[in-house]
């Protein structure tokens, strides 16, 4: 068995929480965080690792809230490796088009999470879809879940039914008993990220820690809410971009109000990554009419 240690929420605005996968004195990180929070994650990673080895960083996808720190983590860890998808690992051996493509959507967020440096492809175990990775005596599986990008993966502990979803299952705000969100910024496919959720569901997991942020024991509710979620908020958008309201702020308090949601926690950085994740889908279009 596997111990799955929440390292919590990393960085100010927060970034995602962090995960550590201890099996038979060895360690795994999930995701490399941005370039940003990576001394952090490394720090609390190091403190509750019992001194168990640091193994591997399993990369569910290269945007930068998720890769970026990978370079500065296989820096600090010698001994460490990044297992990817294959069809992510170019963009952290060469990280420019990635780069540019991201300040098309993020715009300064880029700066503030630092970018992304050029990883030595040595350091890399490029996987396929269903492929295993050994961490101590548990098994470790990457399944393939495009959607929310073309490289999106997920990753699966077989013995422990844990999965790390990546953004391939939405926000988790925050925590067990949260409410759950669209991780949608373009290019997003909506019809592909069902097909993926679909996958997951299939697996039948025990837990769920999603990067953004948390993890619950209530795993099939909580992959149910997700498609929900994905639906209702994109008629949301639709409809208040048809009535004409502009402005973020004022399509997200359009939004909320039609979900229902109007008492959920509110201030810029918050409502910053919530339009910054729907903005991929259909609905939002409307808004461009």
Known sequence: MAEVVDLGIL???????GYLILSHGSGALVDAGSASVAEE???RARERSGGARLEYVLITHVH??????????LDAEPGMRAAIYTKGA??????????ESS?????GVVDLWEGMEAVDPGRLIQMEDGEELTIGNSTARLVATPGHASHS??????????????????MLLIGEGGIAWPTAPPPFRMDMFMESLSKLESLDPRIICVPHYGCTRRAREYLESTRRIYIEVDRALARVCDEGVRGDSRVLDGVLEILGLREMPRGEPLDDELMRNVRGLPGYSHCSR
């Open 11 to 17: 960085g100010t605005p927060p970034v995602l929480s």
């Open 90 to 99: 170019r963009h952290l051996v060469d990280p420019s088009r990635l780069m």
């Open 103 to 107: 300040r098309q959507v993020l715009g």
């Open 41 to 43: 994650y490394l720090s």
């Open 153 to 170: 993966s997920a990753w699966y502990l077989v013995e422990d039914r844990v999965l790390f979803p990546g953004d391939s299952a939405g």
């Open 64 to 73: 930068l809230d998720h890769a970026g720190g990978t370079r500065r983590i």
